[in-house]
């Protein structure tokens, strides 16, 4: 993991950079599933900065995780979880594309695991669609399953089991 990092709760100074990360990672994830205005009109529906400042009296309650990372002071990544009618849910996880693959995205899921845990959850899930290999990849090799009954029509749902059954070197 790249020196000089901070994973901190989102603040609304946060809004404009958590938009830029998302638009950033959207385009480089999701290039060869969806067309550019497709991605442009979902990320600014989904990641509008006034969408994220309306959730930051939730992250600050303790009733949602949402935590961004920084490396030298910039807004990288972010992870959001919160409970929702599947339990509780990994809802996004992005990071800019130059900083995948030093274990930024591990360091997030730790965080977020500690908070499900925290609140008696054992078990927790995340959908990603079933043409994002790299999503996919990154789940599996951190101890996701996929739970093919469950898959939505685009989407693997995929879920973890925390604590005891949680295997170790599985990043």
Not at 135 to 145: A, E, P, Q, S
């Amino acid at each position: 993991m790249p020196g000089d990092i901070v994973l901190r709760a989102l603040q609304e100074t946060d809004v404009q950079a958590v938009y830029e990360v998302a638009f950033e990672a959207w385009h480089s994830t999701y290039k060869d599933i969806y067309p550019a205005e497709f991605i442009n009109t979902f990320v600014q529906t989904n990641y509008a900065p006034a969408v994220s400042l309306r959730l930051v009296p939730r992250v600050q309650a303790g009733q949602q995780f949402f935590q961004v990372v920084l490396v030298q002071a910039s807004v990288v990544g972010f992870c959001h979880i919160a409970a929702t009618r599947h339990g509780m849910e990994l809802l996004r996880i992005y990071l800019r594309p130059s900083y995948i693959g030093q274990g930024i995205g591990r360091a997030l899921l730790r965080q977020g695991e500690a908070f499900i845990q925290a609140r008696g959850y054992r078990t927790y899930c995340c959908f990603v669609h079933k043409e994002n290999d790299l999503g996919k990849n990154f789940y599996l090799r951190n101890g996701f399953t996929h739970v093919i009954e469950k898959d939505a029509a685009e989407e693997w749902y995929m879920e973890k089991r925390l604590g005891d059954h949680e295997q170790p070197g599985s990043g």
